[in-house]
């Protein structure tokens, strides 16, 4: 089946320093990836949409000069969280869609998510 | 806006039946997904409903009711793994299908 790659799993880092996030598709190309943002016992949030060789699209009150984020490649996706604060501290989860098109029952296949800890 | 509302928690017994319910008030509907997830791993597919109806996938049922925007997750023969987080998120009509969850509900399987 279709698998996404996510990297680092845990990450820890000072603030003001900047974490960059990798999601990968392997054994399938993903022209699109989802990125989503997870509290603990919250809902998962769609920060952004990531379209392959072009820019993202930002859910609304998501700061895109906070969150960068890069679709170069079929297969991979990064996203960097720049100048970090203990406020960004949070689980970060990617996601591709597998199958051909838009509908039907073409499922997104998650990453095993990042967890962002900023001291 | 969207709004996906499930119960926050739920207890069952090892071997019960438990259903856990789903109700959604979105600007579009394109389809309802169930999703399981465990403590700290990725959300995994479980269902998908379009249409009015049942869905059944071995121990697991889902069924729709668009009418009503509800719907809900059946769990047969429940297991000690089936301890989990179920999330229930349904995707809208916009361009690139976005899917919009619900705080999920924390299920705890005791023996």
């Known amino acids: 089946g279709a698998v996404v790659s996510q990297h680092p799993s845990r990450v820890i880092c000072k603030s003001g320093t900047s974490v960059k996030i990798e999601c990968r598709s392997l054994d399938f190309q993903a022209t699109t990836m989802f990125w989503y943002r997870q509290f603990p016992k919250k809902s998962l949030m769609l920060m952004a949409t990531?379209?392959?060789?072009?820019?993202?699209?930002?859910e609304q009150g998501v700061e895109k000069d906070k969150f960068l984020i890069n679709h170069a490649s079929l297969t991979l996706s990064t996203l960097t969280v720049t100048s970090a604060h203990p406020e960004d501290s949070s689980f970060y989860i990617c996601?591709?869609?597998f199958g051909p098109g838009w509908g039907g029952a073409n499922v997104l296949t998650f990453g095993a998510g990042s967890r962002l800890t900023v001291l | 806006g969207q709004n996906i509302d499930q119960p926050t928690e739920m207890t069952a017994t090892e071997g019960a039946i438990v259903q856990i319910n789903c109700t959604y008030q979105?600007?579009?509907?394109?389809?309802l997904f169930w999703y399981q997830q465990h403590a700290g791993e990725a959300p995994t597919f479980l269902s998908y409903?379009?249409?009015?109806g049942l869905e059944e996938k071995g121990r697991f049922s889902s069924f729709l009711s668009r009418s009503k925007g509800y719907s809900y997750l059946l769990l047969k023969e429940l297991q000690m793994k089936d301890s989990a987080s179920y999330l229930c998120a349904v995707r809208d009509q916009g361009g690139a299908n976005n899917l919009f969850f619900g705080t999920g509900t924390r299920l705890t399987v005791i023996p």
């Open positions: 409903n379009v249409l009015d």
């Open positions: 996601s591709a869609r």
């Open positions: 979105t600007s579009g509907f394109n389809g």
């Open positions: 990531s379209n392959e060789g072009s820019k993202a699209t930002y």
